[in-house]
């Protein structure tokens, strides 16, 4: 039996067997280039060896497809994001529109109910709202700069808010009628009678005391300002009576009634001079020389100058 290690001693060397490789493939070049006997063996052998170069390329066409795809959903992806902003944008850009218009309208109904109502007025803008649970009142961007007066009835495009309360060079503060220390003299429209409408510190209740149990006064009455008093013109709208209580107990009738304006809407209201009003006035200075002469009684015997 050989010994293998004696084999391989014997061997060619490398460098041998390179150099039959060479020749022996030019030889198969030159028979190629001038016989095409080879066609068939290289057609032979493509055929056999595709199935594998098929499969090589499995991985990379995968790797390509799934980048490929993968670039795709991304782009998809920014694409739906800055869609998604767009449409926040617009749909902003919408609703501020509709504020607009909603603004727009509500300044039309102040303005509108100004030329009915009264000869000056001055819009104003609320820059805050008391948060005291029972103190309902609101603060104006408008004051005595304005020519803003204590007293000042205040409304909306809907009705009566109420009456300015204090007074400084550039707000105001203003006591809502549902505020418990309100009062505003109305009278029922429909047939004049007079009453005393009073807040009782919840936003959309107010109470109209007072009134007997044979007042003629009906749920669904409107009662507007009855000019008594002389801060508010007759004829604005203050509340519409929703309840009306008859104890047989009692000697006045517990009457409940809810403000025509909306209160707690909105963010513009009009000071109003009624008529021709001032809020002031100045008393002229009477001087010796622009004084009347007076009259003096005359003693007997005397005679008039």
């Known amino acids: 039996m050989s010994n293998p290690l ?10 041998l067997r390179v150099l039959i490789l060479v ?12 016989t095409q006997q080879l066609e068939k063996l290289r057609t032979s052998l493509h055929t056999l060896v595709y199935p594998v170069i098929f499969l090589s390329t499995i ?11 993968m670039q795709k959903h991304s782009s998809l992806q920014e694409e739906n994001e800055k869609l998604k902003q767009e449409n926040l944008y617009y749909k902003s850009r919408f609703e501020k529109l509709y504020a607009l218009e909603a603004d ?3 300044l039309k109904r102040l303005l509108g109910q100004s030329e009915e109502l009264a000869e000056k007025i001055l819009l104003a803008e609320l820059v805050e709202v008391s948060l005291e649970p029972y103190t309902q009142q609101i603060v104006l961007n408008k004051g005595t700069s304005d020519d803003v007066y204590i007293g000042q009835p205040v409304i909306n495009g809907e009705g009566v808010i109420g009456q300015v309360v204090h007074t400084s060079h550039l707000q105001s503060i203003v006591t809502l009628l549902t505020d418990p220390d309100s009062a505003v003299p109305v009278m029922v429209m429909r047939n004049g009678l007079r009453g005393i409408m009073r807040g009782t510190g919840v936003t959309d209740k107010l109470k109209l005391p007072y009134l007997t149990a044979d007042a003629d006064i009906l749920v669904g009455d409107l009662l507007i300002s009855s000019g008594m008093g002389g801060r508010f013109p007759t004829g604005y709208p203050v509340a519409t009576i929703t309840a009306i209580e008859r104890d ?4 006045f009738l517990n009457i409940v009634a809810t403000p025509v304006a909306r209160l707690d809407h909105g963010r513009e209201v009009l000071l109003i001079w009624p008529g021709n009003e001032q809020p002031a006035e100045t008393v002229p200075e009477v001087t010796e020389e622009s004084a009347p002469p007076m009259a003096v009684p005359l003693l007997d015997g005397e005679q008039q100058p």
Do not use: F, K
């Not at 020749?23 to 001038?34: C, E, G, Q, Y």
């Open 6 to 15: 004696s084999r391989l001693s014997t061997a060619p060397p490398v460098t």
């Open 23 to 34: 020749v022996a493939s030019i030889a198969l070049m030159l028979i190629d280039n001038r």
């Open 59 to 69: 991985p990379g066409d995968a790797v390509n497809s799934l980048t490929r795809s």
């Open 104 to 106: 727009i309208e509500r």
């Open 248 to 251: 047989p107990s009692l000697e």
